[in-house]
């Protein structure tokens, strides 16, 4: 069984007023653009149950992250993936990479 790797993606809206173009844009446009890249075979959205932030996706991909990882931004850069003016960019979001080590369920 391959291994599984994912991609979170810690960001924030730019203005506290764009945050349902924010949500709007992740869920409805950029998970689905995002899951066009090469390699990418999941995604889900975490948003903060209190306070500001930050909203966490987390992106599962398939293959060698040294080459999965820069994609999206390639993609971004060319135009395939589109970033809204509701994305705070500065900072830009934080990434992390990781790989599961283990999973259970309550069934097991």
């Known amino acids: 069984m391959p291994k599984t790797t994912v991609l979170q ?13 924010f949500n709007r844009w992740y869920t409805e446009v950029h ?9 990418f075979v999941a995604a889900r959205r975490f948003a903060p149950l209190e ?3 930050p909203y966490v996706a987390q992106y599962e991909f398939e293959g060698d992250p040294k ?5 999206p931004s390639r ?17 830009p979001p934080r990434m992390l990479l990781l790989e599961a080590v283990g999973e259970t369920h309550a069934a097991d």
């Open 67 to 71: 080459e999965a990882v820069p994609r």
């Open 31 to 39: 998970l689905r653009e995002v899951l066009t890249v090469e390699g």
């Open 51 to 53: 306070g500001n932030g």
């Open 9 to 21: 993606v810690e960001s924030y809206p730019s203005s506290p007023v764009l945050v349902d173009e």
């Open 75 to 91: 993609a971004a850069a060319d135009g395939t993936l589109h970033m809204p003016d509701a994305l705070r960019l500065d900072p």
